[in-house]
C-alpha cells in the first residue's frame, strides 16, 4: 500500500513567519499530486495541483514544489496569516488518491 | 474550478437502518468517483473507488456488503451504510475525477462532506 508521511504533525507560528511543510511518499511513480486545506469540521479546499511532469506550483503566497525521485513535496507559505490557521494535507495521485495526516498549522496574531 | 455536491451535509439516523448518500458532479462527467472516510482528527482514508457502469473496488479492510456503491450515471454516484452502527459514525468525503485543462493528468475535485451520526 502507498503511503504518504506528512511533518511536522502540528506548527505554530507568529504571524508574519514564512514557513514550509513536508510531505513525503513511498512511490516515484505519481500522477500528481495536491495540496489540500481544510479547516475545522469542514470539506478541503484545493490549494495547489502540481502534475508529475512540473517542479513546482504558485498560488499568491503559496508554493509547492515537486521531487519525485526524492519522494518529496513542499508547501511553502509566505508571510503567514492568522486566517491561514487550518489542517494542511497532501494528497499524492497513485491512480488513486492517497492523503497524509495532515499538518495542522495556528498562525498567532 | 468544477464543482462536486454531497446530500445530505449531515444525517442523524438510528442504530440498524440504512443511510444512503450522493454525490454529483455538477458540470463534468465524472467516470470515476471516489469515496472516503474521516474519523475525527484523522486524515482521510480512501474506502471505494466508482466507476461509472461497473463494480466499485473496495480498499482492504472496507466491508463491500455494509458500504454499497452505485455509480449509475457519469454525475451521480451513491454510498450506502447499510444496517448503520455508532461505529460508522464519521464524515464521508466523495470526489470525481476530471481532466486537467492544460496537460495530461488528473485533478480531484472534492465534495463538501456528510457528516453522519449513528445513535
Known amino acids: 500500500k502507498q503511503e504518504v508521511t506528512q511533518i511536522p504533525a502540528a506548527l505554530s507560528v507568529p504571524e508574519g513567519e514564512n514557513l514550509v511543510l513536508n510531505c513525503s511518499f513511498t512511490?516515484?511513480?505519481?500522477?500528481?499530486l495536491q495540496w489540500f486545506r481544510q479547516d475545522p469540521g469542514k470539506g478541503l479546499t484545493s490549494l495547489l495541483l502540481i502534475q508529475s511532469s512540473q517542479r513546482e506550483q504558485t498560488s499568491g503566497r503559496l508554493n509547492a514544489s515537486l521531487d519525485k525521485s526524492s519522494g518529496r513535496s513542499t508547501l511553502y507559505i509566505a508571510a503567514s496569516q492568522p486566517g491561514d490557521s487550518a489542517t494542511y494535507l497532501c494528497a499524492v495521485d497513485f491512480n488513486k488518491f492517497y492523503f497524509g495526516s495532515g499538518t495542522k498549522l495556528n498562525v498567532k496574531p | 474550478g468544477a464543482v462536486v455536491s454531497q446530500h445530505p451535509s449531515w444525517v442523524i439516523c438510528k442504530s440498524g437502518t440504512s443511510v444512503k448518500i450522493e454525490c454529483r458532479s455538477l458540470?463534468?462527467?465524472?467516470?470515476?468517483m471516489f469515496w472516503y472516510r474521516q474519523f475525527p482528527k484523522q486524515s482521510l482514508m480512501l474506502m471505494a473507488t466508482s466507476n461509472e457502469g461497473s463494480k466499485a473496488t473496495y480498499e482492504q479492510g472496507v466491508e463491500k456488503d455494509k458500504f454499497l456503491i452505485n455509480h449509475a450515471s457519469l454525475t451521480l454516484s451513491t454510498l450506502t451504510v447499510t444496517s448503520a452502527h455508532p461505529e460508522d459514525s464519521s464524515f464521508y468525503i466523495c470526489s470525481a475525477r476530471a481532466p486537467v485543462t492544460k496537460g495530461s493528468s488528473y485533478e480531484q475535485y472534492f465534495g463538501p462532506g456528510t457528516r453522519l451520526t449513528v445513535t
Open positions: 512511490d516515484s511513480a505519481i500522477y500528481n
Open positions: 458540470d463534468f462527467q465524472a467516470t470515476t
